[in-house]
């Protein structure tokens, strides 16, 4: 039993766009409409997810403001925020919404700016993704993302032997997705050669091993399993949707490269949905750093707790592996405006799942699981979805 | 059939504070806590509102933070923002989550920090509030929330005669009611002719029509209505919470002084709980202006069109007419930090209906009914509770 279903999306390219929110999103959402069936005055709710566009450019209250941009005046419409998590919690809710009868259709998604579009240069926009680290203990530290997470990165290096190779060939491999992906950031191939002589931004991150500043939307439909049959979109079930969060700050975590909210969110998630990470076949994680994909594999259950960096140099996770992660490219290469992301790694599960990814397509993908991350892996939200091929 | 209850309250003083969004937190959740008999281990979920911490202190990603500062780490927490309206719709969440059984145990409540205090003076932060406004079309032309507002009442009285003399008879009844509320932010009488005499902020508002910038936190514990009998907390039944918007920018409103969201999302909660206004004992609005009030007060059908100014003028709503309103003081005298309005409303509707009012209870009080506000009267929520006494 299904708690949902996606029975439409859209997405703007990820990259560097000098257009409003309102704008970007109208892109994704008019795709996604069209491509559900799903005409405006057909949607019951928003669910929208934004996490900094009060810093970046002093724009609130989106929801309202988005809502009646796209002719749906006048329907319940919220915003979300949890850091870079933020659309994928709010995807969480509406799933709920659909599954309780609290509404029948639901348009979720999210739009972000991150570029000098906005009007911020690289320093003062890592003053704004900075704020989603703890205001008294990490910010006066200094301890902005790459630290942050390079910090982690380093005690799995110390554990299990992870290599910068290794990481290397994460933002090798997401690279090479990207440019099959029209839609990514980056659609150039790299080497590891290029990504270990780039600049050392965190030790041990060089500057490939960090995914860009991105503005973009991304927008999903979704209803209930029973009301997929009666739109013309053609459905992908959300079976299950787990959300934990870890302690905050970092230093109070009781083992840094657990990443413990995402072992946990897995567990619900595929307790839910009645399988194991075994079955999955694909993923979507969020890669904001190359190490970030190495915890996260392993907090998802792909790989054993050491596992995942040999797996990536062995071509495990390449799109030709036994188990593809991050087939769009993934935060790295395809891009992350932070309140888009968690919805477009669904728009990415949605299309593979219908057999609809194009150059990038996971070979005979049933089901798949996405892994959405907020803060210093504090906030996770993870998702299983199914095809009905 | 109650959707849920209110089984614990807790809230701070509003006012000028010198301490961090969290330590505000706090000072709500645990008062609250004791108040259900519910441990910290107990509590589910977390559903928390937050209007512009980002802009103010560079404070984004909050749930998971103050979820572990209250000793809460791991479970879901999320932040919601919708403007003024903020905690109501956390609050309107976490009703559904308990009433769909996706948990068992919600702390809501917001914090928010917006006076001096944050190191923002009054031009910065008028800056932030506007930050509600539409981006393109309204923050360009120097609309804040006090012009919108006094556009809004100036249409209200060309077309039904409302009186600034009126507007000013609200401002004195809820210093009034403030006077006898030991949490409000002003704590004094004034009167009809001070508010006259005090500078006009935006025509046909005076200083004294507007309400304060204050720092703040407020919270509360739902569980299900069945469940309710199992803690300890006196429980008051949410029987009702309709949330509707409208469009955005204002001057795209089908009709100026009609709040039309406040009219949609009060007939939806007046149905869910099978009741009418006629049947409120007393109600909370969304008096961020003495002319919001008046409105707000007939689109929740408490008068007729027209009919609130004079019903103001003849004490109908003072704390010992047939219908009080904000018998708390209302944002006007209680104070306004932004993301905890809400939840405050909605301690103080339980308070009114387990008798728990002090020297400002509202006589024999069975049901009640909050409207809270965001943006130009853009998203509304109404909640309407009852007593089982």
Chains 1, 2 share one sequence.
Do not use: W
């Not at 704008?23 to 929208?48: C, H, M, R």
């Not at 933020?86 to 609290?102: D, L, M, P, R, Y």
């Not at 739009?111 to 690289?122: F, H, N, Q, W």
């Not at 934990?244 to 969110?265: G, L, N, W, Y």
């Amino acid at each position: 039993m299904a708690r949902a279903s996606v029975i439409g999306t859209g997405m703007t390219t990820f990259g560097v766009h000098d257009r409003t929110l309102a704008e970007l999103f109208a892109e994704a959402v008019f795709p996604a409409l069209d491509d559900a069936g799903v005409g405006t005055t057909e949607v019951d709710a928003l669910y929208f997810g934004n996490a900094m566009g009060g810093q970046t450019e002093n724009e609130t209250h989106l929801a309202p403001k988005l809502a009646s941009h796209v002719g749906m005046a006048g329907i319940p419409a919220q915003r979300f925020e949890d850091a870079c998590a933020t659309s994928a919690n709010a995807f969480k809710h509406a799933v709920q919404a659909v599954e309780s009868g609290v509404h029948d259709v639901v348009l979720v998604g999210g739009a972000e700016r991150c570029t000098p579009e906005t009007g911020l240069d690289t320093a003062a926009m890592t003053r704004v993704f900075a704020s989603a680290a703890h205001r008294q203990v990490e910010q006066p530290t200094g301890l902005t993302f790459p630290g942050a997470f390079a910090l982690l990165t380093k005690r799995h290096m110390y554990e299990h032997g992870t290599t910068e190779e290794q990481l290397a060939e994460i933002a090798v491999k997401n690279h090479y997705h990207g440019s099959l992906n029209p839609r990514a950031h980056f659609g150039r191939d790299i080497s590891v050669e290029e990504v270990l002589d780039s600049p050392v931004v965190a030790d041990p991150f060089h500057l490939m091993d960090c995914c860009p500043f991105s503005d973009g939307a991304s927008a999903v439909v979704v209803v209930s399993e029973d009301a997929a049959e009666s739109f013309d979109g053609d459905p992908v079930d959300v079976t299950g949707i787990g959300h934990a969060t870890d302690v905050v700050p970092m230093a109070d975590k009781a083992h840094p490269s657990t990443t413990q909210s995402a072992r946990d969110a897995a567990a619900e998630a595929y307790d839910q949905a009645d399988t194991t990470a075994d079955a999955m076949d694909f993923a979507e994680v969020h890669d904001c750093f190359t190490g970030a994909e190495v915890m996260a594999t392993e907090a998802i259950g792909l790989f054993e707790d050491g596992g995942a960096g040999p797996a990536v140099a062995e071509g495990r996770t390449r799109l030709d592996g036994d188990i593809p992660v991050n087939p769009s490219g993934g935060l790295k290469a395809k891009g992350h405006p932070i309140g888009a992301t968690g919805t477009a790694q669904v728009v990415e599960l949605t299309e593979q799942l219908r057999g609809e990814a194009g150059d990038r397509q996971v070979a005979d993908a049933q089901r798949a699981v996405a892994h959405n991350l907020g803060g210093g892996a504090a906030t996770t939200v993870v998702t299983v979805m199914e095809g009905r091929a």
